[in-house]
């Protein structure tokens, strides 16, 4: 199995940071492409950002600008700098891994169990 733990949410006003973590632990054959979505009350899932193993990011336009997704293979762990943040940030935001535990398994989709971002004044 492969457990994802965020951390790093909270209470922010507008216009300022925050660093998301989430650290891939468990039977880890490979960690593939990893990245965040987020989710605000009534609304769908939404990509924020990804990364690949070879360092290719791709950013939702809401975010583009502002957020900077990266990684530490050795930790097995992937980042979110959260600039200039806007209350259309606040979201509960989930980490997200392509993973497989062994060389016989597929590749699946592993999510954590979020960590709340609030932008309010």
């Known amino acids: 199995q492969v457990q994802l733990v965020e951390s790093g949410g909270g209470l922010v006003q507008p216009g300022g940071s925050l660093r998301l973590s989430c650290v891939a632990s468990?039977?880890?054959?490979?960690?593939?492409?990893m990245g965040w979505y987020r989710q605000a009350p009534g609304k769908e899932r939404e990509l924020v950002a990804t990364?690949?193993?070879?360092?290719?990011?791709d950013y939702a336009d809401a975010v583009k600008g502002r957020f900077t997704i990266s990684r530490d293979n050795a930790k097995k762990t992937v980042y979110l700098q959260m600039n200039s943040l806007k209350l259309e940030d606040t979201a509960l935001y989930y980490c997200?891994?392509?993973?497989?535990?062994?060389?016989?398994?597929?590749?699946?989709?592993?999510w954590g169990q979020g960590t709340q971002v609030t932008v309010s004044s």
């Open positions: 997200n891994a392509l993973a497989r535990i062994s060389s016989t398994m597929p590749i699946l989709n592993y």
């Open positions: 468990g039977s880890i054959f490979s960690l593939n492409t």
């Open positions: 990364l690949t193993l070879g360092g290719l990011a």
